[in-house]
Every structure is written in structure tokens, then in C-alpha cells.
């Protein structure tokens, strides 16, 4: 099992970044692949990046993709997100999750989420 903490949101206008930081407890971090998703008022949770156990291998969301970067250090049990260029549409409460199998971009995929963290990005 593993418990997941966000923390990094904020306020910011278009166009700025933001680090998103997701700890986690529990020694077997390491063996899970993380993903983030997020949250817009009206709509559903929708996937926006997954990164494998070891870190090497990574996938986005068509619409983050070239400006947000997950990264991870096991190490340290935490699991990133750096938001660069963003846009009022970015504007959600952002959601780390462990996968837990099946389709690597559903959240029915995974079984462990934290609280969530609020972007929001004003015009």
C-alpha cells in the first residue's frame, strides 16, 4: 500500500510554470508506475502523464505534452511535475496516482491517489 501527498499548486497568470510534488509513504514506491491527472470543475478526472518504475520511460497527454514534465526520485519517494507554459485551460486540481494495471491512462488503472493540489491559471 502507499499514501500520496500533492503539494506545489498555486495561483499563477499564463504563461508562468509551476513544480508539482507528489510524496509518497511506504517502501515499495519504487516498484510502481506514477501518473498524474487532473480535475476541472464540470469535468471528468482526465489522465496527463504516467512515468515507469525505473523513470526511463514516460508518456503525455496530447495537451500537455512539449510543456509539462514528470519526472521521479525513488530515492526520495516523490513524484514530480513541472508545468511550463500554462494556459488558463490547465486551471484544475491536479491528482498523483499509483497504477495498480490495466490501461496506463484510465484512472480505474489505479488504486492509490493522493488529495489532489489546486493550478489555477488566470488570463
Known amino acids: 500500500q502507499v499514501q500520496l501527498v500533492e503539494s506545489g499548486g498555486g495561483l499563477v497568470q499564463a504563461g508562468d510554470s509551476l513544480s508539482l510534488s507528489c510524496a509518497a509513504s511506504?517502501?515499495?514506491?519504487?516498484?510502481?508506475?506514477m501518473g498524474w491527472f487532473r480535475q476541472a470543475p464540470g469535468k471528468e478526472r482526465e489522465f496527463v502523464a504516467r512515468?515507469?518504475?525505473?523513470?526511463?520511460?514516460?508518456y503525455y497527454a496530447d495537451s500537455v505534452k512539449g510543456r509539462f514534465t514528470i519526472s521521479r526520485d525513488n530515492a526520495k519517494n516523490t513524484v514530480y511535475l513541472q508545468l511550463n507554459s500554462l494556459k488558463p485551460e490547465d486551471t484544475a486540481v491536479y491528482y498523483c496516482a499509483a497504477f495498480t494495471g490495466g490501461s496506463s491512462v484510465s484512472t480505474k488503472s489505479y488504486g492509490y491517489w493522493g488529495q489532489g493540489t489546486q493550478v489555477t491559471v488566470s488570463s
Open positions: 512515468i515507469s518504475w525505473g523513470g526511463i520511460n514516460t
Open positions: 511506504g517502501r515499495t514506491f519504487s516498484s510502481y508506475v
